[in-house]
């Protein structure tokens, strides 16, 4: 790939330390045309200093040192007009341990990193937020209990631990949708894969989730539906995220759908969750999957969409959001029947 195609700025300097070559990113920095910069020396070529004054070269050295040194690595250096660089540089040597013949050295701007800074910065501070209420309340009742277990009641005690058991179970279920997040993000959620009936398990999420009530809800089977291959937990995480939604968020479930439908050449089956809302503006359909996005009264952690988009994207499937006929939205997933080739043989 030729230097001037990279998406960082490159400079290649020569053994006496003369730029033989500057892509374009590095000219457009150094406000330079044509080939002016070629045959400057690397010193005047890198004019980067860092907080304390002291220049990129002289500060690292590139044909002194170590020779057993191949790489300088990348570091903050600050340009003339006072922007952040992030630079690292590769040495060449005429043979192992030899003199350095070349010195390749890549910048790139550092904006980027301080935006992802900022966000892993909001992100901890959100983690931060959610981690303390429940931990606040487990601390506040257990201390006041055993500073004053005989000020109260057989009825009192009971409520306080009843309240601490609640709170640590939520900051349980946080720090599972934190690792699956986190698993998520670093592509190392697996999936245990098994022959999966989506209608009977979607029978089997919603008598859990209404499982106060006399009659619970079945799921409505449209047409006869072929078994899936997937990870029945994380399907099960899936639908029991979506229908909780729809009772604290959408006024209630109206309707679950379970349907065949094939897309192009791949069978698969798609499990559709209509609620009583006002539906979901089409803006904050995308978002809605973000991390840590939440909207309304009696929002969660912000991590369930996040999540489930994951596990159904792991699984091959897709996740839409549309307006229901009769008002509301409709939440389909579908997944594919992703049969191992050893059985459809």
């Known amino acids: 790939m030729p230097f001037e195609d990279f998406p960082d700025g490159i400079i290649v300097a020569d053994e006496h330390a003369k730029v033989t070559l500057a892509n374009k990113w590095v000219r457009y920095w150094a406000r330079a045309e044509g080939d002016e910069m070629i045959g400057m020396d690397l010193r005047d070529a890198v004019p980067f200093d860092d907080l304390a004054g002291n220049s990129w070269f002289d500060s690292v050295h590139p044909y002194d040192g170590l ?13 003339p007009r006072g922007s952040e660089y992030l630079i690292t540089a590769s040495l060449v040597r005429e043979r192992p341990a030899g003199r350095v013949i070349k010195v390749i050295v890549s910048m790139r701007n550092a904006r980027v990193r301080l935006q992802r800074d900022r966000q892993k910065s909001d992100m901890v501070a959100t983690v ?7 931990l606040t309340g487990i601390k506040g009742f257990s201390a006041t209990l055993l500073s004053r277990w005989d000020a109260f009641t057989e009825d009192q005690r009971l409520f306080m631990l009843q309240t601490i058991d609640a709170d640590a179970d939520r900051l349980s279920r946080l720090i599972t949708e934190l690792l699956d997040a986190a ?8 999936l ?3 022959p999966v009936r989506l209608d009977e398990l979607a029978g ?10 006399d009659e619970p809800p079945q799921p409505r089977v449209a047409s006869e539906v072929p078994v899936v291959w997937g990870d029945a937990d994380r399907v099960t995480q899936v639908l029991t995220n979506l229908i909780e939604n729809a009772i604290r968020h959408g006024e209630g479930l109206r309707e679950l759908v379970v349907a065949s439908e094939p897309r192009g050449d791949i069978d698969g ?3 559709r969750i209509v609620d009583n809302g006002p539906g979901i503006p089409e803006e904050s359909r995308v978002r809605i999957f973000s991390r840590f996005w939440r909207s309304g009264p009696g929002a969660g952690s912000g991590l369930g969409m996040f999540i489930v988009r994951g596990v159904v994207d ?3 499937g897709s996740i839409i959001i549309e307006d229901a006929d009769d008002g509301g939205a409709s939440i389909c997933v579908w997944f594919p029947v992703n049969e191992p080739d050893t059985m459809a043989s």
Request: hydrophobic share 40%; net charge positive; charged share 25%.
């Open 314 to 316: 792991q699984h091959g």
């Open 269 to 271: 089956v798609v499990v």
């Open 192 to 194: 245990r894969t098994e």
């Open 204 to 213: 089997r999420v919603l008598n859990s989730v209404f499982s106060a009530v």
């Open 183 to 190: 698993r998520i993000d670093a592509g190392r959620l697996s």
């Open 67 to 79: 020779a057993i040194r191949k790489r300088i690595s990348e570091s903050s250096w600050y340009s």
């Open 128 to 134: 931060a937020h959610e981690l303390r209420s429940p």
